[in-house]
């Protein structure tokens, strides 16, 4: 099994930024952050493939969020940055094990962090 841990979260107003942390006990094939907003569904927001780091994001945060990894220390990041009311939500780490499509599909994941809050105001 793999264990995610998510840091990073917080208040933070209107055009700022935050920086969220992962740390995965395995080795996952790729890992990506979701967010889910109180009343909406669950949302992909940026995925990292462990073998040639290809990045995957969700048109409403690209060109605004990054996500990054460290194998160093095997973890994942998400800096987040120009932030939106919108972009407030309970944001979390996942992990897959499977190779193929739909990156930011969440049924496709098998491991998920318990969560941090972000909130833009």
């Known amino acids: 099994d793999v264990q995610l841990v998510e840091s990073g979260g917080g208040s933070v107003q209107a055009g700022g930024s935050l920086r969220l942390s992962c740390a995965a006990s395995?080795?996952?094939?790729?890992m990506g952050w979701f967010r889910q907003a109180p009343g909406k569904e669950r949302e992909g927001v940026a995925a990292?493939?462990?073998?040639?780091?290809?990045?995957w994001y969700a048109g409403s945060v690209k060109g605004r969020f990054t996500i990054a990894r460290d194998d160093g220390v095997n973890a994942i990041y998400l800096q987040m940055n120009s932030l939106k009311l919108e972009d407030t939500a309970m944001y979390y780490c996942?992990?897959?094990?499977?190779?193929?499509?739909?990156?930011?599909?969440?049924?496709?994941?098998?491991?998920w962090g318990q969560g941090t809050q972000v909130t833009v105001s």
């Open positions: 990292i493939r462990r073998s040639g780091g290809e990045t």
């Open positions: 996942a992990a897959r094990t499977n190779s193929g499509a739909r990156w930011l599909a969440g049924d496709r994941y098998d491991y």
């Open positions: 395995g080795y996952p094939y790729c």
